[in-house]
């Protein structure tokens, strides 16, 4: 396969709601991932320029029925918990379709301002809800979220990029807490929270790139730890956190492409592998992927648009309200 | 998010038999949520909804709210004493290690587990050999799993924790509680030995001993007398003789699999952390450097091994970036700091073509924009 398919992708995310989707009893086993979803589709199509693919006012209604109104944060279907990772996914979405000036969403601005503050723990991590867990994806999910709605202080990002650097190994990677091993999902959210409070100059950056680099094995694809098998996800966690670095030709761009391209079914979607079940989630990387692939090499093979690797969404979106500067 | 799932095309005959089977699957299922979901939104919380939660727990575990619910569930009912909260937590980890012998990568299973052993050990409940059996189990069934090497680590703190509860009555360590948490460090230690032994490529095993290393040492020299752990003692000595044997062991694997990822950067943590650096420039002006030299001679001969298996006659790709690494740290600690020498020019250019993947990282480094210490790795 040397050619994407843009057009089939773009049905694929259309149909993910379908009747023959909802025909199938695993569509309504994944509800508790419907707003995150949603998001990972949203950007699909924002990266294939084809965002009116979905009716906007229906994302809109079904984002704001996700809100839990006990805890003031997002669930990811209509009666679930709020929890962090939705409620970004809740924010994402809505300032993707430039809806977070609506009243509707002002009115609940202060409750979930207020759900995310809360959630910040002493030792200055974050937990993804009241019960605890506590995981450098929650840190990163926090900071992108109160950045996005201008909420971000220098009170809650110092504690929180302290104990991210607690979480760095030897190899120049990171885990998701203290004294766990370098994951490149995680060296993301890490690379990410530290780019969005203005503090990479406290790692050494080409440490931490030749991890990611050594992360692309034979055929192309990465892996997200050493001797583990690729998966096509990490083209955006690697890619993303290399573009943070500025160091986004430290893999071989040919044989990515080639390997993302093999995971895509000719009648739409994307897997992990090639020959395995597509997903959104793996659509969505895959795509915001070869973006970054795109802008490094500045080229425009696939016709995709620029995607911003701390926030995954368009950077005509995180432009808006940016104030870091990119590398 | 489908992780390892084949993709299937069915017939439309296939297609349709499916789609009746589910009909009723489906109905099932979203008449169990809706019934509990409408009973959280009355806050119930009595002891048939808390069956219920496992009925669809076991049907679907990601589902987060309901594990929520469950907790809150069983928080009102202990407090109103309606149940046993041992039993019932205890009844929990068995439903836990049923769900995760099928789903053993699900966050929220392993999350709702964290969270039963927090309520147990505040009254000093939690059985922490048995979590321990248990996730060692796991990790023979794999020996990579993320989320199991995580949640070893925290049944270890909890132990160590443990023990230092026992005594909390002097501030300081006392003989007791450090022999105590030396032997779970040890014990730890050895665990990841015998999953090294097993497969050398467990880099989760590696980065588990660069964790344990400086603080079995440490707790080494906390005790009074050295009489304890004859069999790891002598190792433990000092950094220098750790290093030694550490080395061995990074040898073996070495001329075992010269392409496994993990030795190498092992290998690279032993030669340039701190621990060991500093201790091995206390020893003498020179030990540093003839350790690093003993080592430039182990791996030239390997890479001598692997060019003559080559048919081309290349070097290997993680031999010459380990010389290259080497000579770097060589030159650096012989004040010969400056520009790359021409030696080192040769290696990167021929790493350029013989890992062609990393090309232009390679590119970078000769053009000098990269530092010492990320040279080669
Ligand atoms: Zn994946």
């Known amino acids: 396969m040397t050619q994407l398919f843009k057009q089939k992708h773009v049905e694929y995310v259309q149909n993910l709601n379908s009747q023959i989707s909802q025909d199938s009893y695993e569509y309504w086993l994944l509800e508790h991932l419907r707003l995150n979803g949603i998001y990972w589709g949203v950007v699909a199509l924002a990266t294939m320029d084809n965002l009116k693919a979905l009716p906007e006012n229906e994302v809109f209604d079904f984002v704001l029925s996700c809100w839990d109104s006990r805890s003031g944060g997002f669930g990811a279907f209509p009666r679930h918990d709020g929890h962090i990772l939705s409620t970004l996914s809740a924010i994402q979405v809505l300032l993707i379709y430039n809806r977070l000036d609506d009243p509707k969403v002002v009115d609940k601005k202060p409750a979930i301002v207020k759900f995310i503050k809360e959630l910040q723990l002493e030792n200055g991590s974050f937990q993804g809800d009241r019960f605890g867990e506590v995981d450098t994806r929650f840190i990163y999910t926090a900071i992108s979220a109160l950045s996005i709605l201008g909420e971000l202080t220098e009170e809650m990002s110092r504690p929180a990029v302290d104990f991210i650097l607690l979480c760095q190994n030897f190899d120049g990677g990171f885990g998701m807490v203290p004294g766990a091993e370098s994951h490149a999902a995680q060296v993301f959210t890490c690379l990410a929270t530290l780019a969005i409070t203005g503090q990479l100059d406290r790692i050494k950056p080409e440490k931490t790139a030749a991890w990611l680099s050594d992360r692309q094995v034979e055929g192309g694809g990465l892996n997200g730890r050493p001797e583990k098998l690729p998966d096509l996800c990490y083209s955006w966690w690697v890619m993303s956190s290399l573009s943070i670095l500025g160091k986004a030709h430290w893999v071989d761009f040919t044989g990515l492409i080639s390997f993302i391209l093999k995971c895509q079914d000719p009648n739409g979607g994307i897997s992990d592998r090639a020959d395995n079940e597509t997903d959104v989630y793996h659509t969505c990387f895959a795509l915001a992927g070869l973006s970054l692939i795109e802008m490094s090499q500045k080229l425009k093979e696939f016709g995709l648009v620029p995607i911003d690797p701390v926030y995954c969404m368009p950077t005509s979106v995180t432009r808006k309200f940016t104030n870091y500067t990119q590398q | ?377």
């Open chain 2, 1 to 377: 998010m489908q992780h390892g799932v084949k993709r299937i095309s069915l017939s439309e005959q296939a297609r349709k038999e499916k789609i009746q089977r589910d009909k009723l699957k489906i109905a099932n299922y979203r008449a169990l949520c809706k019934d509990l979901l409408d009973k959280k939104d009355k806050d119930v919380r009595d002891i048939a909804t808390l069956q219920a939660t496992t009925d669809l727990l076991l049907k679907n575990p990601e589902f987060y709210t309901i594990w929520n619910y469950r907790r809150d569930i069983i928080v009102a009912l202990v407090d109103a004493e309606k149940i046993k909260k041992k039993d019932t937590l205890e009844d929990d980890l068995k439903l836990i290690v049923a769900l995760l012998k099928r789903y053993p990568k699900c966050y929220w299973i392993w999350n709702h587990r964290i969270w039963c052993l927090d309520q147990l050990q505040q009254t000093r409940e939690a059985n922490w050999n048995v979590e321990l059996a248990i996730v060692s189990k796991f990790l023979d069934l794999d020996s990579r799993n993320y989320h199991c090497w995580q949640y070893r680590r925290f049944v270890i703190n909890n132990m160590e924790e443990d023990t230092l509860l026992e005594s909390s009555e002097s501030s300081n360590l006392g003989q007791k509680e450090a022999r105590a948490l030396l032997r779970i460090n040890i014990e730890e230690y050895k665990f990841t030995t015998s999953k090294i032994n097993k497969n050398i490529s467990n880099f989760s095993a590696w980065h588990n001993r660069t964790k344990l290393i400086p603080k079995i040492y440490d707790l080494f020299g906390e005790l009074d007398t050295t009489n304890d752990h004859a069999d790891v003692r002598h190792v433990f000595a000092r950094p220098q003789t750790i290093l030694q044997h550490e080395l061995e062991l990074v040898k073996t694997g070495m001329f075992m699999d010269s392409d496994d990822t993990s030795i190498w950067l092992y290998l690279q943590w032993l030669l340039t952390n701190p621990f060991f650096v500093d201790d091995l420039r206390k020893v003498s002006p020179t030990c540093y450097l003839d350790v690093l030299n003993a080592q430039l001679a182990i791996v030239e001969e390997l890479n001598e091994l692997e060019r003559e298996d080559h048919p081309k006659g290349w070097d290997h790709r993680w031999c010459l970036r380990c010389i290259l690494l080497i000579k770097s740290l060589i030159r650096e600690e012989t004040s010969e700091i400056g520009a790359l020498d021409d030696m080192s020019r040769k290696m990167l250019q021929s790493l350029t073509e013989i890992d062609p993947l990393r090309k232009c990282r390679y590119l970078d480094q000769l053009e000098g924009t990269g530092t010492l210490s990320s040279l080669a790795f």
